[in-house]
């Protein structure tokens, strides 16, 4: 039986990262706490049939409905009406998330023309990290002729770190492929 990346940071990598981060309580240790996956387009608010094609692709490979982000406030500049939508967003927490961040180190990112490592740039203060893909079409669940045109997405992957340091070094020892420093 394959042992599952939950099962693999309770028994292994927890332990290790708080000897590693030299934390006195096991629940201390930082962990993954959900993976908000979203996407926006202009053409939301006009093109019904590019919004429930985006719909389907981004339920596919999250595995839940999508919710729709809808505008906060009418800017005239962008012609945009308050309630327009604007995005659609998944929140992934529990065994989804973790075998979404399965998927995605083990299958995605790998899939990923020249792919060198993810920066390790894109973390916040609070610890949360943002990734972003060009195209949607690296995910294997994702058939071209079916999706319209091709669309970026965003990952957050928030963590209960402190900080960025013990972030980074969560989601190393998760797997994350960061790139290598000079």
Do not use: C, H
């Not at 290790?16 to 934390?23: F, R």
């Not at 993810?118 to 973390?123: A, D, I, L, P």
């Not at 970026?152 to 420093?181: H, W």
């Amino acid at each position: 039986m394959t042992q599952t990346l939950k099962d693999q940071y309770q028994k292994e990598i927890r332990p290790a990262l708080q000897k590693e981060l030299g934390l006195k309580s096991i629940e201390a240790v930082p962990k993954m706490v959900k993976i908000t996956v979203n996407t926006s387009s202009k053409d939301f608010k006009t093109d019904k049939e590019f919004l429930d094609k985006t719909k389907g692709w981004l339920s596919t490979i999250t595995g839940q409905t999508p919710m729709e982000t809808r505008s906060k406030k009418s800017i005239a500049a962008f012609n945009l009406r308050e309630g327009d939508v604007v995005g659609l967003k998944t929140t992934l927490r529990g065994d989804r998330m973790y075998d979404f961040f399965q998927k995605l180190i083990g299958i995605v990112l790998p899939r990923i023309k020249d792919f060198q490592g993810v920066s390790r740039t894109t973390f916040d203060k609070n610890g949360n990290y943002t990734l972003g893909l060009s195209e949607q079409i690296v995910f294997p669940e994702i058939e071209y002729d079916k999706i319209g045109r091709i669309q970026g997405l965003e990952m957050t992957i928030s963590t209960s770190a402190d900080d960025s340091v013990q972030a980074e070094k969560l989601l190393t020892s998760l797997g994350m492929p960061f790139t290598k420093t000079a």
